[in-house]
Every structure is written in C-alpha cells, then in structure tokens.
C-alpha cells in the first residue's frame, strides 16, 4: 500500500525580541504556588499592553495605535447570557466582519451564521464551568477575519497593565472575578481566525482535512481568559520586559520537574535559567491541576528549542494529545470541553468553578494508561487515514 504522505506544518511565530537580558536573581525558590489576589489586576496602574502568546505579539496601547485596540462600535451581535445558577459572566460576542458586512469569515453568505454559532456555544460552554457570584459582562470582538490560510489557525489574547510586578490573569479575568472592567474602552479579549484554512464551522464532526472551529476557538478563548505563560525564552516578562516582572500564575506555578525546583518565587521573580525554557521539563504545580493528574504535576510543552507564541503557554501536546490546551491541534480532530487537569487548572490560577464541573473528570485525565491508548489512536489514524492529508498545526 502507498504509504500516505502526512504533512505536519509547524508555524513557528514572529519573534518579539526586546533585546535586554535577564537580571541574574540570586533569590531562593522554594515555594508553595497559590494563587495571589485577583485585585492586584484591577487597575491598570502601568501602561496598558495587548499580548496574544500564539503571534507572541506584545503591543504597548498609545494614542496611536488605540483604535486597532478599542472595543468594537455598537451593540454586540450575541449575547450569551449567565446560566441557570450562581455564575454571572455574560459574553458579548461583536463581530468586525459582520460590522463591516466583508462577506468574509463571520460574515461569509455560507458560513457566516454558523461560524458565529458556534463561537456563542464556546462561549456557553465556558460559562458551564465558570461559576463567578460577581456580575460581569465580558466583551469577546473578534477582529476582521484573515483570509490567507497562511498562519495560524488562531490568535487571541487580552490585556494587561506593565506595572506593578505581579502575577495575575489580564484583564478579562479581573474583569469575570472582580466585576470591575479595568479598561472600558477596551474589549476583554481580541480573537482572530485564519478562515483561508479549512474549517469546519458547524458542530457536527469535522472530516479528516477539516479543522474544528469549536474546539480552536475553546483554546483561543482560554488563552484569552489567562490561560498564558507571559515569559520570553530568557526569564524576561512579556509584558513589563524584566525580572522580576508582571506574570501570569500560570508562570507562577511552573516548576522543574527534576527536583521539584519552583522557578519563580513569591517577588514575581524568575530563579531558573534560560535552558530551563528548553529543558521539555517543565510542570504546573498548581494544586488542583496536580490532583487533578493522579498527584503527577502535569507537563508544560517546552521543546528543545523556543517556540515563540507556543513554549511555555501550552500543555505538553505529546502526554496530553487529548487536552483543549495542548500547543498544536491535528484536522480531524475535536476537543470540546475541558479535561479534569484544565477545570482544575482554571480553579488554580483563580477563578470559581461550578461543583460539577469540577467533580466532572475528563475520561483520560491522569491515567497513563488511558492517555497511550490515545497515543496510539492517534498513531494509528495517522498511518490509517486514506485521502484525506492530516495536518498538525500550532494553536
Ligand atoms: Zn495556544
């Protein structure tokens, strides 16, 4: 049998170099991670950035560059409301291609209205899990749609404020747990889609050569809502640029597996090294998210060599290939909901999770053995599927 060409695509994004090293820190690790208080978030006390981890895209917001950055104009196109119990998020979803009546992405005459469906079921879905008692109304603008399939799937991300040295989530989880939005002009989280690749919008199955609309927006929303490593390859902040810095607690809770080594302490500090960045042994240490994995601290992707917009801000694809927060997604595949280890997660870095999700275990989470039969799925679709070319790219 003609062995079938696979062709995997890695899309390594834009460097954002800021040409300063990082400070040596002689400083002790050693500590427990929990989260901090989400209040040191609140008010964006520094400049404001945008920063989107899969591009690595870090802008400082002025005068100049603010309208690429404010909230879209007019009424949201949907709105998902909070559900049936404590939890009070509400989702404004605005569409630019729908504003602009582009005829292209969200506002496509074929796709248009299921794509836009089903990113308010992404946004339904997450408000399953989140369970916030304060009020807030979340502003998700999806920017004018790129066309060229020559990218990411993807991009997303949210703002923060450079200063003071902290770990928090941006602004699109201050604004879910707090109620305060810390920046009204500005939405909560940005999302763009690459529609030039082949998607598919709707929510059934998506074939073999088809890339789930669902399951990438899932990731990109997450991103949005903190779920992002905000350090560059040398230890330096994304966004404040230094060490110690502004971090997100999922930074704050990484650690050297070898040795159980915390590599950043209680002053917002990196203590490991920059071939730690590249060690492909890093993990999460967060409480929950370990419980979560049968007490093992699940592993951060962190290749061999720095992958800008992917190190560090995703799970290890290769021993989570099911989760919604690995760093590269195959066409033909789907990951709709939360494992065990990402609700767990959600709850480590801050937020409220409703008791059912939290009590809902993915059915894969923290078992190895399940987790090689995945693998070995995976393989065996890979070596199995006929016409169809299945692709891997990075979300
Ligand atoms: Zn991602």
Known sequence: MTKRLILFIIVICSVVSFGILAEDSSESAGKAFAPEPASGDSLPEGQLVYHEPHTGRTVFVNQKNAHEFAK????????????????????????????AGNGQGFDDAAFGAARRSTAAAVATYINTVLNETTSSTIDVDFQTSEA??????????????????????????SHITTGTDPSGSNSDIQVTVDFGHNWNSELDAPSGGEWDLFSVLLHEFTH???????????????????????????????????GSVDLWNSSFTFVGTASDMISNDIAFSGTNATAANSG????????????????????????????????????????????????????????????LQSATAEPDAGMPLNRAVGLVITVVILACLG????RTRVV
Request: avoid cysteine; charge should be negative; aromatic fraction near 12%.
């Open 224 to 258: 949005g809502l903190g779920f992002v490593a905000l350090v560059e390859s040398n230890g330096n902040s994304s966004v404040s640029n230094g060490n110690p810095g502004v971090f997100s607690h999922l930074t704050d809770g990484f650690t050297r597996i070898t």
């Open 72 to 99: 879209l104009p007019g009424p949201p196109h949907i709105v998902v409301g909070s559900q049936a119990k404590a939890g009070n998020t509400t989702f404004n979803l605005t569409f630019a291609d729908v504003t």
């Open 387 to 390: 016409s169809y070319a299945l």
């Open 296 to 355: 093992v601290m699940p592993k951060i992707y962190a290749p061999s060599s720095w992958e800008e917009g992917s190190s560090m801000s995703h799970w290890d694809t290769q021993t989570f290939p099911d989760l919604v927060m690995k760093h590269a997604v195959n066409s033909g595949t789907q990951a709709r909901s939360y494992g065990a280890i990402e609700i767990a997660t959600l709850k480590d870095i801050g937020y409220s999770i409703s008791d």
């Open 148 to 173: 060229d399939g020559g990218g990411a799937l993807a991009f997303a991300g949210t703002f923060w404020a450079t200063s003071p040295n902290r770990y928090g989530n941006g602004f699109a989880f």
